[in-house]
């Protein structure tokens, strides 16, 4: 069965840092383009980092590009995404997401059939 499964969530202040976890099962973990996305209310969702578990750089949208990290455990089948100097607009829904055969960078939600059930971000002023 492939899953993926986000934690990590909670309510930060601005100007501080929160890092998410997602593991993924071990069918789908190897060798398969994974992206971090979020959707705020009343927004559409938004694709924030994308990368291959089999190498590479990942790929950042320009509204988190140095804040926030992407990294991966391949022993716990984990990856993270740090966040770091987050602000009330980076309140949303955070998924972490697979894109089974996507060999390209993609950050489009369309591109992701494997989804998990997300951890939600607030971050007060």
């Known amino acids: 069965l492939d899953t993926l499964v986000e934690s990590g969530g909670g309510s930060v202040q601005a100007g501080g840092s929160l890092r998410l976890s997602c593991v993924v099962s071990?069918?789908?973990?190897?060798?398969?383009?994974l992206g971090w996305f979020r959707q705020g209310p009343g927004k559409e969702r938004e694709g924030l980092a994308t990368?291959?578990?089999?190498?590479?750089?990942?790929a950042y949208a320009d509204s988190v590009e140095g804040r926030f990290t992407v990294s991966q455990d391949n022993a716990k089948e984990t990856v993270y995404l740090q966040m770091n100097s987050v602000q009330p607009e980076d309140t949303a829904m955070y998924y972490c997401?697979?894109?089974?055969?996507?060999?390209?960078?993609?950050?489009?939600?369309?591109?992701?059939?494997?989804w998990g059930q997300g951890t939600q971000v607030t971050v007060s002023s």
């Open positions: 997401a697979a894109a089974p055969g996507v060999s390209r960078d993609s950050l489009s939600p369309r591109d992701y059939s494997l």
């Open positions: 071990r069918y789908t973990y190897r060798y398969i383009r």
């Open positions: 990368f291959y578990t089999g190498g590479g750089t990942p």
